[in-house]
């Protein structure tokens, strides 16, 4: 069971942003999504151009809720509908040091469904996301729960300016769907976090400003863990601030600031998101992450990504990934890195698969390790 939750923690998603989109010069996520930080609902642009530009094949329509077999053309423009499913298959195959033993795991687990409906407006929209896999569940394959776990209101007085709030994870960092990868829920930035030894869905209360231009980008968020999970008073702010160049290439800053009863955490971070041409694009972000627990040692750590893909034809791309995380750069014994190819496939509009083959190194294992995960997801 423990196995299930950690990989809960780290898989578990929703229909997060595409920052590849930099390639085809989309450097603002309001050009596919209703949300300004990206993923959950698409707008009518955003589903066509996930026929038009994304996906291997499509006909006429498919990209529509259903297949299109639903006609929603009278509601398209105040009615946005959504909904997911998404599984994972995970093989891990390590030997630790501690007794030589190699140990080989392999299961496939049933990470998230349900559906998000959003009423939109010029001004204003409101949405909500209703389904959960119950965590509980040590097979966690079966109940589904209607819980709304993220929900949210924003308002956009200009075309530049919006305000958001709800509960929702801040927007911090590059959007990727991975949230096994050491920026996201190392940081606390994953859909699920691990708090007091429960799991819980999008743990924080957040409100959100964006200034979104042609050229530079600011959000300052503040939010507060919700207090059922907690109580140690967790609450914290995120800023960032990014500039696009030549259309394709945005380069950002970003900071974070999180303190409780107990603890204090500060993180600092640059972000990159590179469209080379049409078919090479390159993300990376690098975290710098102070650890201040009260009564202990301040530590210092590193999250560092890396992840450049090149588009062999339409929709199918070839990736090269490094991701290395060190709780505390003082101590070589808590780094981990990964290192490996994948592929990202989006054969029709609503599908997408995703494989990543990683060779693991860290200091508890006499020798590196695999860590390699199918990913699937259907969105409605």
């Given at each position: ?134 965590l509980e569940d040590s097979s966690h394959i079966n109940k589904v729960e209607p819980k709304v776990n993220r ?96 259309e394709k290439f945005k380069v950002g800053l970003q900071g974070l600031r999180e303190k409780s009863d107990i ?118």
């Amino acid at each position: 069971m423990k196995l299930v939750f950690i990989l809960s923690v780290l898989f578990a998603q929703s229909l997060w942003a595409f920052p590849e989109m930099i390639k085809h010069g989309y450097v603002n996520c309001t050009a596919c999504h209703v949300s300004p930080s990206g993923g959950g609902v698409l707008n009518p642009y955003g589903r066509n151009l996930s026929a038009e530009l994304i996906s291997t094949w499509s006909y006429k329509g498919e990209e529509g809720i259903l297949h299109g077999a639903v006609n929603t053309k009278k509601v398209d423009e105040w009615l946005a509908i959504g909904g997911d499913y998404r599984g994972v298959q995970v093989h891990t195959d390590y030997t630790t040091k501690s007794n030589g033993v190699n140990k080989v795991d392999g299961r496939w687990i049933n990470m998230q469904v349900g559906f998000e409906l959003g009423i939109i407006q010029p001004k204003w929209a409101v949405v909500g996301f209703i389904g959960e896999y119950k965590l509980e569940d040590s097979s966690h394959i079966n109940k589904v729960e209607p819980k709304v776990n993220r929900y949210y209101g924003l308002f956009k007085p200009t075309d530049e300016l919006t305000f958001k709030v709800g509960r929702f994870q801040p927007n911090f960092g590059i959007n990727l769907p991975d949230h096994n990868l050491s920026t996201r829920t190392r940081l606390g930035m994953g859909l699920l976090s691990y708090r007091g030894g429960e799991i819980s869905i999008e743990d924080k209360n957040t409100a959100e400003v964006f200034w979104l231009g042609e050229e530079y980008n600011f959000t300052l968020s503040g939010y507060r863990i919700r207090k059922e999970l907690t109580e140690d008073n967790d609450k914290g702010f995120t800023y960032t601030a990014s500039k696009v160049f030549a259309e394709k290439f945005k380069v950002g800053l970003q900071g974070l600031r999180e303190k409780s009863d107990i603890s204090e955490t500060r993180i600092f971070g640059v972000t990159g998101q590179l469209g080379w041409n049409e078919k090479w694009s390159t993300l990376t972000e690098y975290d710098r992450i102070r650890n201040m627990p009260d009564g202990s040692d301040e530590t210092t750590g590193v999250a560092f990504i890396h992840r450049t893909g090149y588009e062999v034809f339409k929709g199918f791309q070839v990736l090269a990934l490094n991701d290395y995380y060190q709780s505390n750069i003082d101590n070589g014994a808590t780094k981990t890195y990964r290192l490996g190819p994948g592929v990202i496939w989006y054969p029709r509009p609503h599908f997408d698969f995703q494989f990543f083959a990683t060779r693991e190194h860290r200091s508890s294992l006499s020798e590196p390790g695999t860590y390699a995960w199918l990913m699937t997801h259907y969105y409605f």
